[in-house]
């Protein structure tokens, strides 16, 4: 089927209720408790996940500029292909399907799991994922149209649902963590500490980009699709200090630290258990606006990847509904059999280190795209060039050799699988792959 079937249908509330449902799912519910006993201070605490809304917020303006010069289905690795050549959009591709969207959908199947079974009281994890896999599945059969509404009605639930959250820890907490003798010794070192929560509030942001997956089902996408990462980043980041604020006004950080579920303990509080059948709910309809995403996504990515060569052809078939059929079954498949894995902590861990070496990468794509396509129309310019990208640049940098020193094993891990993909990349390259379509952007001169 022909690339024309992606229906350009979406705007910039369509955007953002992709960013804001993809950013804010597990992340917020697990990673809070982490990342309390990882640092044990609240100012600390607040720093983590203020320095992870300027780095997402700078992050996106970057990928605004690149987004708006290459709209194309997929995202981030057509500016890697733009910048470093095929071998390098294949590694970015790749490397969101089977690791950092791969990874994060199970995870996401897994916990809703463990949410249905506290409010049904009955089930097992593994059945309950399943069904949920086969269910996105089936939705997103029917189109992106089925999709967007979805998507749209159940960002709209979940912000007022975490809104709600707010406004109960800030006005019936008692500012807890701030007493006097309220801040327990952190678990380990303060380098250690940082790296292991920044790895959290990394994984918690994560996503801000998302919508550059769907850049070809935007309309105006050079002018849209800067709005939308800007403003998504801003919003998420605006509602996560509001929220770790509530936090720590309703308990101390050291009811905080290891807590699973650090919502359910804030809104305890205030209401008893009868307050966390709302959290249960609460955590639901977080976890299927974030899930939701990632069937919208992923499909794209590897439709983007075979428009390239850098994929076999059968996911270029696409749906009457313009959902690209070959990735909507390998991201089903996927989850489905990541789903049966148990290990958040290493998931998330792993998935970071990952995704922010990669990530590194194509920022540091944004300098070479200046250099070599100089004279190419850029319909938004990042703001501070050279500064502000190059000072997102050494963060994503500084946290990776941060965690390289302090994990060695993890970077170790991550490291292989990267150079796993360049080696499967050099192979996929060197057989004589060939593009199936033109390019879509009179800039591109990408072999």
Known sequence: MSRSELKRILGVGDGLAIVVGMVIGLGILRTPGLIAGYLGNPRLILLAWAAGGVIAL????????????????????????????????????????????????????????????????????????AAVVIGFF????????????????????????????????????????????????????????????????????????????????????????????????VSVATLYIAINLAFLSALTVGEMSGSPLVAADAVAVAFGDRGRTFITVTALVILISSLNVNFLGVPRVAYGLASRGLAPRSFLSVTGGGTPLGGLLLITALVFLLAMTRSFEFLIQFMMFVAISVDAVILLALFRLRRIRERAPRPFRVPGYPWMPGFILLAYLLILALVTGTQPKLALGGTSLV??????????????YRRPGQPTDPNDTTP
């Open 58 to 129: 700078g992050s996106a303006m970057v990928f605004s500029e690149m987004a708006a010069m290459y709209p194309e289905a997929g995202g981030k690795f057509a500016y890697a292909r733009q910048a470093y050549g095929p071998i390098g959009g294949f590694v970015a591709g790749w490397s969101e399907v089977l690791v950092t969207r791969g990874f994060s959908a199970a995870s996401k199947a897994i916990v809703i799991g463990e949410y249905l079974i506290l409010l049904t009281g009955w089930g097992a994890i593994r059945t309950w994922a």
């Open 138 to 233: 089936l939705m997103h059969l029917m189109g992106l149209q089925v999709g967007r509404v979805f998507q749209n009605v159940v960002t709209a639930g979940k912000v007022a649902l975490i809104l709600v959250i707010i406004c109960v820890g800030l006005f019936a907490g008692t500012g807890a963590s701030w007493q006097p003798d309220a801040t327990p010794a952190p678990q380990q070192g303060l380098a250690l500490g940082f790296a292991l929560a920044y790895l959290s509030v990394s994984f918690t942001y994560y996503g801000w980009e998302d919508a550059v997956k769907l850049a070809e089902e935007f309309k105006d996408p050079g002018n849209k699709l800067p709005r939308v990462l800007v403003l998504g980043a």
């Open 419 to 432: 150079v796993a993909l360049l080696l499967a990349a050099v192979l996929w390259t060197k057989s004589g």
